[in-house]
């Protein structure tokens, strides 16, 4: 009997669409007293995660074209995603599809920091894009 992947879920981190995120990062170093615990480039992107008492701001800048650079183009900066950690991403992703919820990364992919992730298309979970962490 494997535990319910659900009752582990852990609040991450948000991340945030933005054409400048070490100007935003700046502005929430002030604005809120976090400060930067990583930064990185990633594929097309530059990384800042901003680490706060129980989670993370993730700033990603676009650097050519990519699901982020299109983002802005349609959406504006602004909250791109909502990140849970997990124990176990293979089980939570079988339960969100289980639940009704359609995946886009059918099986974990690396991302930021190395960690495996996986997203969750946001027609399927009220217009909120929702990405597994498993650290």
């Not at 990062?25 to 680490?51: N, P, Q, T, V």
């Not at 969750?120 to 990405?131: A, F, R, Y």
Request: proline share 3%.
């Amino acid at each position: 009997v494997h535990a319910d992947p659900r009752r582990g879920m852990r609040f991450d981190h948000i991340g945030v669409a933005t054409d400048d995120a070490e100007g935003l990062a700046f502005l929430y170093e002030d604005l809120l007293g976090c400060s930067i615990a990583h930064e990185e480039r990633f594929e097309e992107l530059k990384i800042i995660f901003l680490e706060l008492e129980n989670g993370y701001f993730e700033l990603l800048e676009p650097h050519g074209d990519g699901a982020i650079a299109r983002y802005l183009d349609e959406q504006g900066g602004g909250i791109h995603h909502v990140a849970l950690e997990t124990d176990d991403i293979e089980r939570a992703l079988e339960t969100a599809e289980g639940a009704g919820a359609d995946a886009i990364d059918t099986e974990p992919r690396r991302g930021a920091w190395g960690h495996e992730v996986a997203f969750l298309h946001p027609s399927s979970t009220g217009d909120v894009l929702i990405d597994f962490v498993d650290h």
